[in-house]
């Protein structure tokens, strides 16, 4: 079993920076990717970005250029840097962890955190 716990949400203006990290523990001696998506009210959850254990990323089209997903194998930590922060990007953001290579499809991540809320304010 694997436990992450997500923090660094919080309420920002609009152009301001947020950074939340993701602490993953239990069963994670083997190698795993990790990503972030998001659920805004009323919406699906969608993808935003993620990691493979050797460091190669990918992001969605919309957060491209203003965030930055890294991650320290040490730690069992996943970062996601938000700069140039939109009200559109209001929502609570989900950690997430993958035995396999990343991918942007939500059911396919194996664990789940218990989310974080960020709050853009224009």
């Known amino acids: 079993q694997v436990q992450l716990v997500e923090s660094g949400g919080g309420l920002v203006q609009a152009g301001g920076s947020l950074r939340l990290s993701c602490a993953a523990s239990g069963r994670t001696f083997s190698s795993y990717s990790m990503g972030w998506f998001r659920q805004a009210p009323g919406k699906e959850r969608e993808f935003v970005a993620a990691?493979?254990?050797?460091?190669?990323?990918t992001y969605a089209d919309s957060v491209k250029g203003r965030f930055t997903i890294s991650r320290d194998n040490a730690k069992n930590t996943v970062y996601l840097q938000m700069n140039s922060l939109k009200p559109e990007d209001t929502a609570v953001y989900y950690c997430?962890?993958?035995?396999?290579?990343?991918?942007?499809?939500?059911?396919?991540?194996?664990?789940w955190g218990q989310g974080t809320q960020v709050t853009v304010s224009s």
């Open positions: 990691i493979s254990w050797s460091g190669g990323s």
């Open positions: 997430a962890l993958r035995w396999l290579g990343p991918t942007m499809i939500a059911l396919s991540w194996d664990y």
